[in-house]
């Protein structure tokens, strides 16, 4: 149904510049680490029949093209099909981890992005998405040509590392962490080329109880201040502050001609019963 949609002739807002330097207001909330999903309630993926998803895709495309602004919303949900656990499913990291079971690293650097992350690249190009806003740190939306202008990646990227000094950024094709690194340190051991600086490279993916970009941040509440819809797609909606940008849309909706919030999960979310839609299916699927 995505696309189908022809393109729109309205410009898009201002881009907004970003760096990766980190805000001292924003962190990460660990509670999402301390709980971590039970094998079952959580863990618990629903599918709604074919015929279903069709229906209230149908549904969910009327509503983009009624939309003067859509913002998607992204997490480890988008990404599965590319080899990439998610979190909370029955194979989902912190799911296997509180059965005590082993979890495989993936080599993220090999991960192409997934028909859902070309979706969200078409969707941008022909207008009918303004923003992108990300939980994921596998780069993929990057990888997919997504500018980053148009993309707020609120932990980081495992691609991505940054100049403490004068915060110029580097896109890498290998992960940027540094294996055996203390969870907070994030030296990568490079140092920033530009002329005069010889600054220390960190890499910018952000660890629960550590400080959200504070640029991304900035961007992304910009783009929620004016969205009319929000599509949640993949994500359990729990870790915050990421959580209470869709969250905010929901509360929202209950006031006269407020935005809208659709939520595309296989599991359950806290935030299911502010949406206006809830779609239980893949992604890619959708």
């Known amino acids: 149904v995505f696309?189908?949609?022809p393109a729109r002739t309205a410009a898009f807002p201002a881009a907004v510049v970003q760096d990766n330097r980190k805000s001292q207001a924003r962190t990460t909330d660990t509670t999402a680490l301390l709980t971590m999903p039970t094998a079952d309630a959580e863990a618990k993926e629903t599918f709604d029949s074919l015929e279903d998803v069709k229906l209230k895709a149908a549904d969910v495309a009327r509503l983009v093209q009624a939309s003067p602004y859509t913002t998607l919303f992204t997490g480890a949900g988008l990404s599965t099909s590319a080899g990439i656990p998610d979190f909370r499913g029955p194979n989902g990291v912190w799911t296997l981890k509180a059965q005590g079971r082993t979890v495989k690293r993936p080599d993220l650097s090999k991960a192409?992005?997934?028909v859902g992350h070309m979706?969200?690249?078409?969707l941008l190009d022909t207008q009918h998405v303004k923003h992108i806003c990300s939980q994921n740190?596998?780069?993929l939306h990057r990888k997919s040509g997504i500018p980053r202008e148009k993309l707020s990646e609120l932990h980081g990227n495992t691609n991505l590392e940054f100049c403490e000094k004068c915060g110029r950024d580097y896109f890498r094709e290998f992960r940027c962490r540094r294996a055996g690194n203390h969870v907070h340190d994030h030296k990568t051991g490079r140092i920033c080329t530009a002329v005069g600086c010889n600054g220390n490279l960190l890499d910018s993916i952000v660890n629960f109880g550590e400080d959200l970009p504070e640029k991304q941040w900035n961007a992304a509440e910009e783009a929620f201040s004016q969205t009319a819809l929000c599509i949640v797609l993949g994500s359990s909606c729990r870790v915050t502050p990421a959580a209470d940008l869709p969250e905010g849309i929901g509360k929202r909706s209950k006031l006269k001609s407020g935005p809208?919030?659709?939520i595309v999960n296989l599991q359950e979310t806290p935030l299911d019963g502010l949406a206006c839609m809830k779609v239980?299916?893949?992604t890619d699927e959708f």
């Open 3 to 5: 696309l189908a949609f």
């Open 280 to 282: 239980h299916a893949r």
């Open 112 to 114: 192409a992005p997934t």
């Open 137 to 139: 740190v596998d780069g």
């Open 260 to 262: 809208k919030l659709v």
């Open 119 to 122: 979706i969200c690249k078409q």
